[in-house]
């Protein structure tokens, strides 16, 4: 089992940046791929960015290229997303996800585990 907590979500201009977290615990955080997701209301939980096990690989959401990077600690057993430039329609909760892979997974049904989210808000 993996807990995962996010943080670093709020309210910030357009332009601004945030820094969103994501903490895990539980088993071997660095056998864990890991991925952000985002979901807007009314609207379907989409892919943000995805980063392997051992942080060499990435992917990300077209919309969200050269804006935003995923990293990762695996000796502090967490997960960022730095985002640069936001716009409103970043508006969204984001929540990170969890799947004990190789891969990057960038589908949302593929991961095991999900965090409660945390709220970003771009106001334009």
């Known amino acids: 089992q993996v807990q995962l907590r996010e943080s670093g979500g709020g309210l910030v201009q357009a332009g601004g940046s945030l820094r969103l977290s994501c903490a895990a615990s539980g088993r071997t955080f660095s056998n864990y791929a890991m991925g952000w997701f985002r979901q807007a209301p009314g609207k379907e939980r989409e892919f943000v960015a995805a980063i392997s096990w051992s942080g060499t690989k990435t992917d990300y959401a077209d919309s969200v290229k050269g804006r935003f990077t995923i990293s990762r600690d695996n000796a502090k057993n967490t997960v960022s997303l730095q985002m640069n430039s936001l716009k409103p329609e970043d508006t969204a909760v984001y929540y990170c996800?969890?799947?004990?892979?190789?891969?990057?997974?960038?589908?949302?049904?593929?991961?095991?585990?999900w965090g409660q989210g945390t709220q970003v808000t771009v106001s334009s």
């Open positions: 996800a969890a799947k004990d892979t190789t891969d990057v997974l960038t589908t949302g049904v593929l991961y095991d585990y």
